[in-house]
C-alpha cells in the first residue's frame, strides 16, 4: 500500500490532517453536555383516579379494570401494574425503554378519555401524569425547619415564594414540596351537639356550600361610566365560619361555632418530614427529561443563597440530598484515572523504546485521538459521562497500538541499515494493510451494540462507538502523521545510547528464548492442540461459577431505609417507632446526617435516607453499613423494616431488587396463601436476609351492613347514609375560601375522640322522612373481617408480588435462579410468573452482551476473511480469544467480581484486542512465504519472533494502561474494576496463548503463499 508515501513525502499534508482533527474535536467540547449516564428513560405513564368513599373491591370493579383494557390498547407498554385501594384507583403503563413518551402519553390520554363516561359519576376525573423513571429520579431534596413558624407556614411560604422560583430554574422539571402541611379551614363538628340541636351531618354540609360560595356578579353601568360588583359571598377567616348560621327557629339561631370548633389547621396530619431529628418540610428537585443534572445542580446551589438570605426569621433552608455530588465524584474520578493511564502507557512506552524520540511518535496520538473523538460524539448526538470517559480510559491502550507498531516497524529497519526516509516508505507500506486490519476489526467488534434496544443498547452504544470512534482517528493518525514523523524524528544513532542498548539486548535475548521455545512447541503440536481444547471446554464451567448480576453495586455515599407497619396503624404509631430508627441511625460511626419521611404512602410507611461520611473519612462501605444497619434494625418489632443501597444503574428506584410478581384469574385468597408459600421457602433458602409478600390480609375493617327494610320505612335514602359517614369521616373539600389571593379547602370532620373506635357510630344521627334524628344504629349493623390491603393487578391479572434482598456474597442472579427453579415449582396450575423492577432489568438485559459476543465474533471472522481473502487465517487470528476469554473468566470465577454488563463490555473488548495480536502474526507470515518461499512453519516462527517486541508492547500498555481500574475507589469504582479485571487478566493470558497457540493453528491451517519476487527486488521496487 503507497499511499503512506504521500504523507512521509508531503509533512505539511500530514500535519494539516492532525491540526483539523483537533481543531474540530475542541470545537465540539464546547457543545457537548456533562451527566453521568446517557440519557436512559424508562418512562411511564401514571393514571390516578379518585373515588372519595369507595372500597377497594368498588374501585377495581367499576374504575381500574374498565380503564385497564383501554390504557392496554395503546402501543408501546411493556407491562402494566394496577393497584385498588380505598377511595384510590392507580395504573401505571411501563413503556419500552426507548419508545416516544409524549406519543404514549397522547395515546393513553385519548383512550381514558373516552372511557370516562363509564366511571361512576361521583369519581374525580383520572389523572394522567408522565415520569421518566422508577421512583422520579428525585435529584435534589431541600430542607426548610423553623423553630417559630409551624409546618402550615412553612408550607404556604414554600408553595407561595420558594416553589415558584425553583421552577423557574433552567433544566428543573419538577420542584415538589414533600411532607408539607397545606392550610385549610378545619371544622371539628361535635356529633352529640349536633343531635342535640336536631341537625345532621348534611344540614351543616348545605349550609356551608350556600354561605361560602364564590361570586361573579358583573358590573353595572350607565352611558358613561361602569362600576364591577365585588359582593363578599367567601368567608374569609376562622371567626367567619364560627357565625355562620345553621339553623333559625324563631329568635332561637343554631351557628356553626355552637355545634364546632374551627380552626385554621392542615389539610391532614397524617405525613411528616424530619431532618437530623428536627421537624422539617421538603422541597423535591427532579431534573427534566433532556437536562443536564450537573447543570440543574449548579443552577439550584446558585439559586439558594439568595432563597435563604429572603427566609422568614427563625427558618433555615439547606440541601439534605445532592445526588448531583455522587455524579460529580464519579466524573473527577474517571478523569483522574484517565491522566493516569496516560501518564502510565507514555512510561510504559519509554521502558520498551528506550528512545525520546522514538516515544513522541506514539504519545502525540494519545491526545490526538482522544480530542479527534469529540467531533464524531458530538456528531453522533452523544454526551461526556462515565461510560465515554470510561472509554477514553481504555482508548488509551488502544490508540497507542497502531503507531506503536509503526514506529518498532520503521525502526527495525533503520537498524537494518536504510535511511530514516526510506525506512519510513518501506515501513509503513508493510504495516499499512495490517494497520488497517485491526483497525477496522476492533470498530466492528462494537459495531453489533448499534443494533441492541432497552438498557444495555442505551448505556453502551455510546461507549461502544465512542471507543471505536477513538480507534479509527488513532488509525488514521498512525497512517498519516506517524509515518512522517518518524522519517523525521527517528535516528540510527539513537539505538546506541546505553539505555537502548541495553532494551536492544534484553529483548534480543527474550527474542532468541521465545524463538527456542516456539520451536519445541511447533515440534510437539498435538499436545497443544490438547491443551487449547481442554481450556475451552473449561469455559463452559468457569461460565456457569461465575456469579451473575445486572451491574455491580456502587458506594454512592448512601443508605435508604423504608418501613411499614401494621395496616391499621396511625402515623403516631410511625412516629413513635422511626425515633427508634433515627437513634440506631445516629449511632453509626458513619453517619454524616439523616431524614425521614413518615407517611410517605400511608400513614403506617416511611422513607428515609442516611447520608454517609465522605469516602476518605470512612473505613466501611455503604454496602457494609448497609448490612450492619439491617441487623441492628431487626430489633425494632414495631415495624417491618428494610436498608438497602441505591441500584448504580439508571432508571431504577431504591426498591427491593427481587420483585417476584404471581399472576392469575384464582381469587386474592389463593395468590396469599400461594405468595405465603414462595416468602417462608424463600427465607428458608438462607439465601435472603429479607424475604416478604406484599399482599397480605392484615386490613381490618368494620363492614356495615345497611337494614334497606328499615332504611325505607324510615324514609332514610342509602345514599344519605353514605353521605354522612363520609362528611364526618373523610377529610372531605366541602367549599374553599380565599385568603390572601391563595384558594384553601374547608373540611368538615368529626372531632379526633368521636372516631377513635367503631363504636362511635351509635353517636352519629340521621334525619328520617318525618324530620326526626334516629341514631345509626337504627338501620346499620356492624361486621369486623380482614381484607387484603390492597388489590393489585399485573397485565390485567390478579397479582402478589413477593419481594427478597440477598443474603451477603448472595449475587442476583443466584437469588433470581432460586425463584426462576423453586419459585416457579410453588405455582399452581393456570398461575404465572413474572418480575418488576430491578430483576425485571436483569432478565432481560442479563444476559444481551453475551449474545453480541458471539455475534461479534462472527462479524469480525468476516471482516478478517475479506480482509486477508481467506478463511483459513481468521480463524488462525481468532483462536486465541476463547483462550483469552478463559483467562478473564478465572478471577471472575474467584470472586473478584461478578458477570454483569461491564464486564461482558470488558469480554467484547477482548475480541478486538487478542485479534490484533493474531493478526501482526499471521500477516507478516504470509509475507515470509511470498517473499522469502518459506513453509508455514519456519514462515510462522519469523513472523512471531520478529512481532513479538510490538506484541509485548500493545499488551504493556493496554495492560498497564487499566491497571488504575483495578485499583479505582470511590463513586462509580466497581464499575471500572470489573472491567479493568476482564481486560487485565484476559490480555495477559491472550498474549501468552497468542504467542504460542496462534503459530501451531498457522502450522496447521495456513494456506500456501507463493513466492512473489527476490527480497533485494521488493525492496528497490519500495525505494523507487
Given at each position: 500500500?503507497?499511499?503512506t508515501?504521500?504523507?512521509?513525502?508531503?509533512?505539511?499534508?500530514?500535519?494539516?490532517?492532525?491540526?483539523?482533527?483537533?481543531?474540530?474535536?475542541?470545537?465540539?467540547?464546547?457543545?457537548?453536555?456533562?451527566?453521568?449516564?446517557?440519557?436512559?428513560?424508562y418512562?411511564?405513564?401514571?393514571?390516578?383516579?379518585v373515588?372519595?368513599?369507595?372500597?377497594?373491591?368498588?374501585?377495581?370493579?367499576?374504575?381500574?379494570?374498565?380503564?385497564?383494557?383501554?390504557?392496554a390498547?395503546?402501543?408501546?407498554?411493556?407491562?402494566?401494574?394496577?393497584?385498588?385501594?380505598?377511595?384510590?384507583?392507580?395504573?401505571?403503563?411501563?413503556?419500552?425503554?426507548?419508545?416516544?413518551?409524549d406519543?404514549?402519553f397522547?395515546?393513553?390520554?385519548?383512550?381514558?378519555?373516552?372511557e370516562?363516561?363509564?366511571?361512576?359519576?361521583?369519581?374525580?376525573?383520572?389523572?394522567?401524569?408522565?415520569?421518566?423513571?422508577?421512583?422520579?429520579?428525585?435529584?435534589?431534596?431541600?430542607?426548610?425547619?423553623?423553630?417559630?413558624?409551624?409546618?402550615?407556614?412553612?408550607?404556604?411560604?414554600?408553595?407561595r415564594v420558594?416553589?415558584?422560583?425553583?421552577?423557574?430554574?433552567?433544566?428543573?422539571?419538577?420542584?415538589?414540596?414533600?411532607?408539607?402541611?397545606?392550610?385549610?379551614?378545619?371544622?371539628?363538628?361535635?356529633?352529640?351537639?349536633?343531635?342535640?340541636?336536631?341537625?345532621?351531618?348534611?344540614?351543616?354540609?348545605?349550609?356551608?356550600?350556600?354561605?361560602?360560595?364564590?361570586?361573579a356578579?358583573?358590573?353595572?353601568?350607565?352611558?358613561?361610566?361602569q362600576f364591577?360588583?365585588?359582593?363578599?359571598?367567601?368567608?374569609?377567616?376562622?371567626?367567619?365560619?364560627?357565625?355562620?348560621?345553621?339553623?333559625?327557629?324563631?329568635?332561637?339561631?343554631v351557628?356553626?361555632?355552637?355545634?364546632?370548633?374551627?380552626?385554621m389547621?392542615?389539610?391532614?396530619?397524617?405525613?411528616?418530614?424530619?431532618?437530623?431529628?428536627?421537624?422539617a418540610?421538603?422541597?423535591g428537585?427532579?431534573a427534566?427529561?433532556?437536562?443536564?443534572?450537573?447543570?440543574?445542580?449548579?443552577?439550584?446551589?446558585?439559586?439558594m443563597?439568595d432563597?435563604?438570605?429572603?427566609?422568614?426569621e427563625?427558618?433555615?433552608?439547606?440541601?439534605?440530598?445532592?445526588?448531583?455530588k455522587?455524579?460529580?465524584e464519579s466524573?473527577?474520578?474517571?478523569?483522574?484515572?484517565?491522566?493516569?493511564?496516560?501518564?502510565?502507557?507514555?512510561?510504559?512506552?519509554?521502558?520498551?523504546?528506550?528512545?525520546?524520540?522514538?516515544?513522541?511518535?506514539?504519545?502525540?496520538?494519545?491526545?490526538?485521538?482522544?480530542?479527534?473523538?469529540?467531533?464524531?460524539?458530538?456528531?453522533?448526538?452523544?454526551?461526556?459521562?462515565?461510560?465515554?470517559?470510561?472509554?477514553?480510559v481504555?482508548a488509551?491502550g488502544?490508540?497507542?497500538?497502531?503507531?506503536?507498531?509503526?514506529v518498532?516497524n520503521?525502526?527495525?529497519?533503520?537498524?537494518?541499515?536504510?535511511?530514516?526516509?526510506?525506512?519510513a516508505?518501506?515501513?509503513?507500506?508493510?504495516?499499512?494493510?495490517?494497520?488497517?486490519?485491526?483497525?477496522?476489526?476492533?470498530?466492528?467488534?462494537?459495531?453489533?451494540?448499534?443494533f441492541?434496544?432497552?438498557?444495555?443498547?442505551?448505556?453502551?452504544?455510546?461507549?461502544?462507538?465512542?471507543?471505536?470512534?477513538?480507534?479509527?482517528?488513532?488509525?488514521?493518525?498512525?497512517?498519516?502523521?506517524?509515518?512522517?514523523?518518524?522519517?523525521?524524528?527517528?535516528?540510527?544513532?539513537?539505538?546506541?545510547?546505553?539505555?537502548?542498548?541495553?532494551l536492544?539486548?534484553?529483548?534480543?535475548?527474550?527474542?532468541?528464548?521465545?524463538?527456542?521455545?516456539?520451536?519445541?512447541?511447533?515440534?510437539?503440536?498435538?499436545?497443544?492442540?490438547?491443551?487449547?481444547?481442554?481450556?475451552?471446554?473449561?469455559?463452559?464451567?468457569?461460565?456457569?461459577?461465575?456469579?451473575?448480576?445486572?451491574?455491580?453495586?456502587?458506594?454512592?455515599?448512601?443508605?435508604?431505609?423504608?418501613?411499614?407497619?401494621?395496616?391499621?396503624?396511625?402515623?403516631?404509631?410511625?412516629?413513635?417507632?422511626?425515633?427508634?430508627?433515627?437513634?440506631?441511625?445516629?449511632?453509626?460511626?458513619?453517619?454524616?446526617?439523616?431524614?425521614?419521611?413518615?407517611?410517605?404512602?400511608?400513614?403506617?410507611?416511611?422513607?428515609?435516607m442516611?447520608?454517609?461520611?465522605?469516602?476518605?473519612?470512612?473505613?466501611r462501605?455503604?454496602?457494609?453499613?448497609?448490612?450492619?444497619?439491617?441487623?441492628?434494625?431487626?430489633?425494632?418489632?414495631?415495624?417491618?423494616?428494610?436498608?438497602?443501597?441505591?441500584?448504580?444503574?439508571p432508571?431504577?428506584?431504591?426498591?427491593?431488587?427481587?420483585?417476584?410478581?404471581?399472576?392469575?384469574?384464582?381469587?386474592?385468597?389463593?395468590?396469599?396463601?400461594?405468595?405465603?408459600?414462595?416468602?417462608?421457602?424463600?427465607?428458608?433458602?438462607?439465601?435472603?436476609?429479607?424475604?416478604e409478600?406484599?399482599?397480605?390480609?392484615?386490613?381490618?375493617?368494620v363492614?356495615?351492613?345497611?337494614?334497606?327494610d328499615?332504611?325505607?320505612?324510615?324514609?332514610?335514602d342509602v345514599?344519605?347514609?353514605?353521605?354522612?359517614?363520609?362528611?364526618?369521616?373523610?377529610?372531605?373539600?366541602s367549599?374553599?375560601?380565599?385568603?390572601?389571593?391563595?384558594?384553601?379547602?374547608?373540611?368538615?370532620?368529626?372531632?379526633?375522640?368521636?372516631?377513635?373506635?367503631?363504636?362511635m357510630?351509635?353517636?352519629?344521627?340521621?334525619?328520617?322522612?318525618?324530620?326526626?334524628?334516629?341514631?345509626?344504629?337504627?338501620?346499620?349493623?356492624?361486621?369486623?373481617?380482614?381484607?387484603?390491603?390492597?388489590?393489585?393487578?399485573?397485565?390485567?391479572?390478579n397479582?402478589?408480588?413477593?419481594g427478597?434482598?440477598?443474603?451477603?456474597?448472595?449475587?442476583?442472579?443466584?437469588?433470581?435462579?432460586?425463584?426462576?427453579?423453586t419459585?416457579?415449582?410453588?405455582?399452581?396450575?393456570?398461575?404465572?410468573?413474572?418480575?418488576?423492577?430491578?430483576?425485571?432489568?436483569?432478565?432481560?438485559?442479563?444476559?444481551?452482551?453475551?449474545?453480541?459476543?458471539?455475534?461479534?465474533?462472527?462479524?469480525?471472522f468476516?471482516?478478517?476473511?475479506?480482509q486477508?481473502?481467506?478463511?483459513?487465517?481468521?480463524?488462525?487470528?481468532?483462536?486465541?480469544?476463547?483462550?483469552?476469554?478463559?483467562?478473564a473468566?478465572?478471577?471472575?470465577?474467584?470472586?473478584?467480581?461478578?458477570?454483569?454488563?461491564?464486564?461482558?463490555?470488558?469480554?467484547?473488548?477482548?475480541?478486538?484486542?487478542?485479534?490484533?495480536h493474531?493478526?501482526?502474526?499471521?500477516?507478516?507470515?504470509?509475507?515470509?512465504?511470498e517473499?522469502?518461499?518459506?513453509?508455514?512453519?519456519?514462515?510462522?516462527?519469523?513472523?512471531a519472533?520478529?512481532?513479538?517486541?510490538?506484541?509485548?508492547?500493545?499488551?504493556?500498555?493496554?495492560?498497564?494502561?487499566?491497571?488504575?481500574?483495578l485499583f479505582?475507589?470511590?463513586?462509580?469504582?466497581?464499575?471500572?474494576?470489573s472491567?479493568?479485571?476482564?481486560?487485565?487478566?484476559?490480555?495477559?493470558?491472550?498474549t501468552?496463548?497468542?504467542?504460542?497457540?496462534?503459530?501451531?493453528?498457522?502450522?496447521?491451517?495456513?494456506?500456501?503463499?507463493?513466492?512473489?519476487?527476490?527480497?533485494?527486488?521488493?525492496?528497490?521496487?519500495?525505494?523507487?
Amino acid at each position: 500500500m503507497n499511499f503512506t508515501d504521500t504523507f512521509i513525502r508531503r509533512p505539511v499534508l500530514a500535519t494539516v490532517v492532525s491540526l483539523l482533527i483537533v481543531f474540530l474535536g475542541l470545537r465540539a467540547f464546547d457543545s457537548l453536555s456533562l451527566r453521568e449516564y446517557p440519557e436512559v428513560t424508562y418512562p411511564v405513564i401514571n393514571v390516578t383516579t379518585v373515588y372519595p368513599g369507595a372500597n377497594a373491591e368498588l374501585i377495581q370493579g367499576f374504575i381500574t379494570r374498565p380503564l385497564e383494557r383501554a390504557i392496554a390498547k395503546a402501543e408501546g407498554i411493556d407491562y402494566i401494574v394496577a393497584h385498588s385501594e380505598d377511595g384510590l384507583s392507580r395504573i401505571s403503563a411501563h413503556l419500552q425503554p426507548g419508545f416516544d413518551v409524549d406519543a404514549a402519553f397522547a395515546d393513553i390520554s385519548g383512550k381514558v378519555e373516552e372511557e370516562r363516561r363509564t366511571l361512576p359519576r361521583d369519581a374525580e376525573a383520572p389523572v394522567v401524569q408522565k415520569e421518566t423513571g422508577a421512583g422520579g429520579n428525585v435529584l435534589m431534596f431541600l430542607s426548610f425547619s423553623s423553630e417559630v413558624l409551624t409546618p402550615q407556614q412553612i408550607t404556604d411560604y414554600l408553595d407561595r415564594v420558594v416553589q415558584p422560583l425553583l421552577s423557574t430554574v433552567k433544566g428543573v422539571g419538577e420542584a415538589r414540596i414533600d411532607g408539607g402541611s397545606t392550610f385549610a379551614m378545619r371544622v371539628w363538628l361535635d356529633p352529640a351537639r349536633l343531635a342535640a340541636f336536631g341537625l345532621s351531618a348534611a344540614d351543616v354540609e348545605q349550609a356551608v356550600a350556600r354561605n361560602n360560595v364564590q361570586s361573579a356578579a358583573g358590573n353595572i353601568r350607565s352611558d358613561y361610566v361602569q362600576f364591577y360588583l365585588n359582593p363578599q359571598t367567601v368567608i374569609r377567616d376562622a371567626e367567619g365560619f364560627r357565625r355562620l348560621v345553621l339553623k333559625r327557629d324563631g329568635d332561637s339561631v343554631v351557628r356553626l361555632g355552637d355545634v364546632a370548633r374551627v380552626e385554621m389547621g392542615a389539610e391532614n396530619y397524617d405525613s411528616r418530614v424530619s431532618h437530623d431529628g428536627r421537624v422539617a418540610v421538603f422541597v423535591g428537585i427532579n431534573a427534566a427529561i433532556t437536562a443536564n443534572p450537573l447543570e440543574v445542580g449548579r443552577n439550584v446551589h446558585a439559586m439558594m443563597p439568595d432563597i435563604v438570605s429572603q427566609l422568614p426569621e427563625g427558618m433555615r433552608g439547606e440541601v439534605v440530598f445532592d445526588g448531583t455530588k455522587t455524579i460529580r465524584e464519579s466524573i473527577d474520578e474517571v478523569v483522574k484515572t484517565l491522566v493516569e493511564a496516560s501518564l502510565i502507557v507514555i512510561l510504559i512506552i519509554f521502558l520498551f523504546l528506550g528512545s525520546l524520540r522514538s516515544v513522541i511518535v506514539p504519545v502525540v496520538t494519545i491526545p490526538l485521538s482522544l480530542i479527534g473523538v469529540l467531533s464524531l460524539m458530538l456528531w453522533m448526538g452523544f454526551s461526556v459521562n462515565l461510560l465515554t470517559l470510561l472509554a477514553m480510559v481504555l482508548a488509551i491502550g488502544l490508540v497507542v497500538d497502531d503507531a506503536i507498531v509503526v514506529v518498532e516497524n520503521i525502526q527495525r529497519h533503520i537498524e537494518e541499515g536504510l535511511e530514516p526516509l526510506a525506512a519510513a516508505l518501506v515501513g509503513a507500506r508493510e504495516i499499512a494493510f495490517p494497520v488497517i486490519v485491526m483497525t477496522l476489526t476492533l470498530a466492528a467488534v462494537y459495531a453489533p451494540i448499534g443494533f441492541l434496544g432497552g438498557l444495555t443498547g442505551k448505556l453502551f452504544i455510546e461507549f461502544a462507538f465512542t471507543l471505536a470512534g477513538a480507534v479509527i482517528v488513532s488509525g488514521v493518525v498512525a497512517l498519516t502523521l506517524s509515518p512522517m514523523m518518524c522519517s523525521r524524528l527517528l535516528r540510527a544513532e539513537s539505538s546506541s545510547s546505553p539505555f537502548v542498548a541495553l532494551l536492544d539486548r534484553n529483548f534480543e535475548a527474550l527474542k532468541l528464548r521465545y524463538r527456542r521455545l516456539l520451536e519445541r512447541t511447533l515440534a510437539n503440536r498435538p499436545v497443544v492442540l490438547v491443551f487449547a481444547a481442554a481450556i475451552f471446554v473449561s469455559l463452559f464451567f468457569l461460565f456457569r461459577a461465575v456469579p451473575q448480576e445486572l451491574a455491580p453495586q456502587e458506594d454512592t455515599g448512601h443508605v435508604y431505609v423504608v418501613g411499614s407497619g401494621p395496616l391499621n396503624s396511625t402515623i403516631e404509631h410511625t412516629l413513635a417507632f422511626v425515633e427508634q430508627v433515627e437513634q440506631i441511625v445516629e449511632q453509626l460511626p458513619e453517619t454524616a446526617q439523616h431524614f425521614f419521611v413518615n407517611g410517605a404512602m400511608g400513614t403506617n410507611t416511611f422513607f428515609g435516607m442516611v447520608e454517609l461520611e465522605p469516602f476518605e473519612e470512612r473505613e466501611r462501605g455503604a454496602q457494609e453499613v448497609q448490612s450492619d444497619l439491617t441487623t441492628r434494625l431487626a430489633g425494632v418489632s414495631g415495624l417491618r423494616i428494610n436498608a438497602f443501597n441505591m441500584p448504580s444503574i439508571p432508571g431504577a428506584s431504591p426498591d427491593l431488587p427481587i420483585k417476584f410478581v404471581v399472576s392469575g384469574t384464582g381469587s386474592y385468597e389463593l395468590l396469599f396463601q400461594v405468595a405465603q408459600d414462595i416468602e417462608r421457602k424463600a427465607r428458608e433458602s438462607g439465601l435472603f436476609v429479607y424475604a416478604e409478600s406484599e399482599l397480605r390480609f392484615d386490613k381490618p375493617e368494620v363492614r356495615l351492613d345497611i337494614d334497606r327494610d328499615k332504611a325505607a320505612q324510615l324514609g332514610i335514602d342509602v345514599a344519605a347514609i353514605g353521605s354522612t359517614l363520609s362528611t364526618f369521616l373523610n377529610e372531605n373539600e366541602s367549599s374553599r375560601l380565599s385568603l390572601d389571593s391563595r384558594s384553601y379547602e374547608v373540611i368538615l370532620q368529626l372531632e379526633r375522640e368521636y372516631r377513635l373506635s367503631a363504636d362511635m357510630l351509635d353517636t352519629y344521627y340521621l334525619r328520617t322522612g318525618s324530620g326526626e334524628l334516629v341514631p345509626l344504629s337504627a338501620v346499620v349493623s356492624q361486621a369486623r373481617e380482614n381484607r387484603p390491603n390492597k388489590l393489585t393487578e399485573f397485565q390485567q391479572l390478579n397479582s402478589a408480588t413477593v419481594g427478597a434482598l440477598m443474603a451477603p456474597g448472595v449475587s442476583l442472579g443466584q437469588g433470581i435462579a432460586w425463584f426462576e427453579e423453586t419459585g416457579r415449582s410453588l405455582l399452581p396450575a393456570g398461575f404465572r410468573a413474572d418480575y418488576v423492577g430491578q430483576s425485571r432489568q436483569f432478565m432481560t438485559e442479563g444476559n444481551v452482551l453475551l449474545f453480541t459476543f458471539l455475534f461479534s465474533f462472527v462479524l469480525i471472522f468476516l471482516v478478517l476473511a475479506a480482509q486477508f481473502e481467506s478463511f483459513s487465517d481468521p480463524l488462525t487470528v481468532l483462536v486465541s480469544v476463547p483462550l483469552s476469554v478463559c483467562g478473564a473468566l478465572v478471577p471472575l470465577a474467584l470472586g473478584m467480581a461478578t458477570m454483569n454488563i461491564y464486564t461482558q463490555v470488558g469480554l467484547l473488548t477482548l475480541i478486538g484486542l487478542i485479534s490484533k495480536h493474531g493478526i501482526l502474526i499471521v500477516d507478516f507470515a504470509n509475507r515470509q512465504q511470498e517473499i522469502r518461499d518459506a513453509g508455514a512453519v519456519d514462515a510462522v516462527i519469523e513472523a512471531a519472533s520478529v512481532r513479538l517486541r510490538p506484541i509485548l508492547m500493545t499488551t504493556a500498555a493496554m495492560v498497564f494502561g487499566v491497571m488504575p481500574l483495578l485499583f479505582a475507589s470511590g463513586a462509580g469504582a466497581q464499575a471500572r474494576v470489573s472491567i479493568g479485571i476482564v481486560i487485565t487478566f484476559g490480555m495477559l493470558v491472550g498474549t501468552l496463548f497468542t504467542l504460542f497457540v496462534v503459530p501451531v493453528i498457522y502450522s496447521y491451517v495456513a494456506r500456501r503463499h507463493v513466492r512473489m519476487v527476490d527480497d533485494q527486488v521488493v525492496r528497490k521496487r519500495d525505494l523507487s
